[in-house]
């Protein structure tokens, strides 16, 4: 290969690696989609009331159960309710369960013709002959369909179920709520914080519905519904 001719390929190679880098930088700053089932029959008293955890998820260790409850406790408090005294139950019982799987998902993904353009050998008006060589297209990568790919996708979830126990007897459900991330291969203990803000976004919420909350991945804040 020519030194034109090399010069060229250099430079559509730093070209395709300077795109795969913009992609992955465009992927990170992707916003962070949770979305949110609610069912409650909230009581209209409950303001100012004390909760409990119930028994705790076997599936997780102890102190990684107890930080996602804790996670869940704050977002509770926030928005007027009070942990019970070690020891004491209180009127609310709450659930949490957290829980992490995979999934297969076919995707449609678009594909681009890089294939570079040919320069024949030209001669200038001395005799000079200036040998071909590979260029890329001036047009750009060209679109020419789409491709199904399978893509490796992360489904982490927090369930907090709520019991009351005003009235004696079997204790009876005032709040389901579920927060689902589906995406990036993300680990558990990193998205949590996020499901469980999303999940009390609207607390106590409207009973059936399903949102969606979307974060900011370099503030966390929220910045959609």
Same mark, same amino acid.
């Given at each position: 290969m020519d030194n034109t001719a090399e010069r060229w390929?250099?430079?559509?190679?730093?070209?395709?690696?300077?795109?795969?880098?913009?992609?992955?930088?465009?992927?990170?700053?992707?916003p962070i989609q949770t979305?949110?089932?609610?069912?409650?029959?909230?009581?209209?008293?409950?303001?100012?009331?004390?909760?409990?955890?119930?028994?705790?998820?076997?599936?997780?260790?102890?102190?990684?159960?107890?930080?996602?409850?804790?996670?869940?406790?704050a977002e509770l408090e926030r928005h007027g309710l009070k942990q019970a005294e070690p020891g004491q139950m209180g009127r609310f019982l709450v659930e949490v369960v957290a829980t992490d799987t995979t999934r297969q998902k076919t995707v449609l993904e678009?594909?681009?013709?890089?294939?570079?353009?040919?320069? *024949?050998p030209t001669r200038d008006r001395y005799g000079?002959?200036?040998?071909?060589?590979?260029?890329?297209?001036?047009?750009? *990568?060209?679109?020419?369909?789409?491709?199904?790919?399978?893509?490796?996708?992360?489904?982490?979830?927090?369930?907090?179920r709520i019991l009351d126990t005003r009235d004696g007897g079997k204790p009876r459900p005032v709040l389901n709520i579920s927060a689902i991330y589906e995406g990036e291969l993300e680990d558990l203990?990193?998205?949590?914080?996020?499901?469980?803000?999303?999940?009390?976004?609207?607390?106590p919420g409207r009973n059936g519905r399903v949102q969606v909350v979307r974060f900011d991945p370099k503030s966390g804040k929220v910045i959609s519904r």
């Open positions: 390929a250099q430079r559509v190679r730093r070209l395709v690696l300077a795109g795969a880098t913009l992609a992955l930088l465009g992927a990170c700053a992707m979305k949110v089932t609610n069912f409650n029959a909230w009581p209209a008293d409950a303001a100012g009331a004390t909760y409990s955890y119930a028994s705790a998820n076997p599936q997780r260790e102890e102190l990684e159960q107890a930080t996602y409850e804790g996670y869940v406790g678009p594909v681009y013709d890089n294939q570079l353009i040919w320069t *024949p000079n002959v200036y040998h071909g060589y590979w260029r890329p297209d001036g047009f750009g *990568p060209r679109y020419i369909g789409d491709r199904e790919v399978q893509r490796t996708v992360q489904v982490n979830r927090l369930a907090v203990p990193d998205m949590v914080p996020y499901l469980a803000r999303a999940a009390f976004q609207d607390f």
